[in-house]
Structure formats: C-alpha cells, structure tokens
C-alpha cells in the first residue's frame, strides 16, 4: 500500500466568508478537518495545488496519508471531498485519523487487466461490461489495498463475475457481500445483433 505525504496548517480563522476568503489568488488555500480517535476535530488549511496533484493519483483515494501538521505526523484517510459544481477547484476535504488497527471501510477501485485477451473477445466476439468501478471494502487500516484486481483472460463469453468469484487480500472483505448483496462487477456479452438473431432463429 502507498503511504503520500501532505502538509497542512491549523485553521484559526473559521466561517463561511473566511473559506471564501482562503480559496481566492494564486496562493489558494483549500479548507479542511480532520477528526476521529481519541483527539478533538481539528481544522486546517492545504495548499490548494498540494491537494489538488495529490488527487491525481487514483491510489489516494484508498492509501493512508501523513498529515503533517503543526510539526506532527500522523496518519489519515481522505474521507470525503466537496468539489465547485462547475469550476476545477476542491472546496473541503475531510480527513479520518487512523492507526494501524483501525478497522475501515473505503472505496477501493477495480482494476480489470488483460481485457484485450479476454477469451469471451476472441473466440466469441463477446462485449466487455463494467458493473462496477469499486468495491467497498472493510479491513484494518494496514490491510488496505490501494486496488482490486480482476483477470479478464480466461472469462468466456456468457459469463457473470460477481463479488463472491473474486479474490480479496487476506483480511479485506466486501461490505456488500457481508450483507448477502452478490453484486455483478464485470460480464461478457454477447453483441446486441448476435442475441436478437440467436433468438430470431429459435
């Protein structure tokens, strides 16, 4: 699992025009919190740019990150981001302190390799379908996989994979499943053409 760095300031100015106020010029602060554990909610600043190349890395969003802060380290997850419905700017991040045990739930996405030789494509002109993007995960925070992975290789054509037909790290279990909810996360089709003349014929 990756661990990134991002350094943050405590946020002694707080309200709504003081946000505003932050997110302004070329020096733009993005406001923040961080809470959980045994310390109180703390608030805090980033710099905008910092959070923002942070975000282009898709591992962030399921690794653990040191907050630096005031002098101190400690580790969080990034908990929710409230973006400007139109213009390319974060408004608020939320950050959860964690440490080692602590056990999480997170959005880990799925990754879908080698569709190119994906067997129900070559010899079926079958059709790849994504159901799912990420699967919600529970584990200890240092169990955390940063991905799911899912071999298309040797998926035939007409065939379903649900959550249970995965593979998950030891430790890491799907909340879904836990609740009895076998979602589909990826099947090979069948062309729309095929079907209908398959079904014309019969």
């Known amino acids: 699992m990756t661990t990134f760095n991002l350094n943050a300031e405590v946020r002694q100015d707080l309200g709504k025009g003081a946000s505003r106020r932050l997110r302004r010029g070329d020096s ?9 554990g045994e310390a109180a909610p703390v608030s805090l600043t980033l710099a905008h ?3 923002v190349k942070l975000l282009e890395n898709e591992a962030v969003y399921a690794s653990t990150i040191n907050l630096n802060v005031a002098g101190k380290t400690e580790q ?4 929710a981001l409230q973006r400007h419905p139109y213009k390319p700017v974060i408004v608020h991040v939320d950050f959860q302190r964690i440490s080692a045990n602590t056990v999480i739930k997170v959005h880990v996405p ?3 390799t080698n569709q190119e030789n994906c067997a129900g494509v070559k010899q079926g002109g079958g ?3 994504h159901h799912l ?3 919600e995960v529970s584990c200890a925070a240092n169990a955390l996989p940063e ?3 899912v071999d298309m290789t040797n998926v035939a054509l007409g065939t379903v994979i649900h959550l249970s037909d995965l593979k998950l790290p030891n430790g890491v279990q799907s909340v879904a499943l836990a609740h009895k909810h076998d979602t589909a996360v990826v099947s090979v089709d069948a062309p729309k053409g095929a079907a209908a003349a398959e079904e014309a014929a019969e």
């Not at 733009?28 to 959980?36: H, K, L, M």
């Not at 969080?76 to 908990?79: D, I, M, Q, S």
């Open 28 to 36: 733009a602060q993005t406001p923040a919190v961080v809470y959980g």
């Open 49 to 51: 740019k910092e959070i």
């Open 76 to 79: 969080v997850l990034l908990k």
């Open 110 to 112: 799925v990754h879908f």
């Open 127 to 129: 059709q790849i379908h």
């Open 133 to 135: 993007s990420d699967i």
């Open 147 to 149: 991905f799911i992975e």
